[in-house]
């Protein structure tokens, strides 16, 4: 089991950033970032090939978050900008057995999660 750390999360302002890090025991073949607003089903945000670096961003995220890493210490981050209310959600950080498929962030083909992180926007 990959074990995951996500920090970085807290109360913005609409409009504002926030930039999340995840730190992961070892190293995956694919990491994801998900989150789960109140009442709502957990949904994909982003992924990234820690091996390539290539990555992928749910519509609903991609013109105002990115992700990146620094892979030499299996670290992802989610920098998020232009926050707004409909973005409340605990955030979680989830690595793969398996390659990134493409286009493509489904809560299910994820093996290993974190405890989350908390972004409130209001």
């Known amino acids: 089991h990959v074990q995951l750390v996500e920090s970085g999360g807290g109360s913005v302002q609409a409009g504002g950033s926030l930039r999340l890090t995840c730190v992961a025991s070892?190293?995956?073949?694919?990491m994801g970032w998900f989150r789960q607003g109140p009442g709502k089903e957990r949904e994909g945000v982003a992924t990234?090939?820690?091996?390539?670096?290539?990555?992928y961003l749910v519509d609903s995220v991609k013109d105002r978050f990115t992700i990146s890493q620094n892979n030499a210490k299996n670290i992802v981050y989610l920098l998020m900008n232009s926050l707004q209310p409909e973005d409340t959600a605990m955030y979680y950080c989830?690595?793969?057995?398996?390659?990134?498929?493409?286009?493509?962030?489904?809560?299910?083909?994820?093996?290993?999660w974190g405890q989350g992180t908390q972004v409130t926007v209001s």
């Open positions: 989830a690595t793969s057995h398996w390659n990134c498929y493409e286009n493509q962030a489904d809560p299910t083909d994820f093996n290993d």
């Open positions: 070892q190293r995956a073949n694919c």
């Open positions: 990234i090939n820690p091996h390539s670096a290539t990555s």
